[in-house]
């Protein structure tokens, strides 16, 4: 089964303490040696973004940076058996945040990514 991880986030002042890079360098060396981590990437503030809806039948598209206080930050995909394996992953990613980057607030979501046996056969 393949979950993605979205991490979303307000970081403090300044950058991200030096040993907190290295443990996820270290946490995400691990998870892609054990085939579990499949892809994994930053991603850029709002501002630089844009978002497309559709409300009332009417399309609209806005560009960023959008009012919500926590920014997308980065996301993960893992190929794992379980739910529970997607969500230690993450919870031991989540953990070094605590651990390393005091005053760091966040939060990360686990989705199951659909895939064919996820329906049922063609008929």
């Known amino acids: 089964m393949r979950y993605i991880t979205i991490l979303k986030g307000t970081q403090p002042a300044g950058p991200p303490p030096a040993g ?6 270290t946490l995400g060396a691990e998870a892609t040696a054990s085939g579990e981590l499949l892809d994994n990437a930053g991603l850029s503030p709002s501002a630089s973004g844009a978002r497309v809806a559709v409300t009332g039948g009417e399309l609209s598209v806005m560009d960023g940076p959008f009012a919500e206080a926590k920014e997308f930050i980065s996301y993960a995909v893992y190929e794992v058996r379980s739910k529970e394996e997607a969500v230690e992953w993450t919870r031991r990613f989540m953990q070094l945040h605590a651990d390393l980057w005091p005053g760091w607030q966040g939060e990360c979501d686990v989705v199951k990514v659909m895939g064919p046996e996820d329906f049922g056969p063609p008929q």
């Open 20 to 25: 907190l890079m290295e443990a996820i360098m």
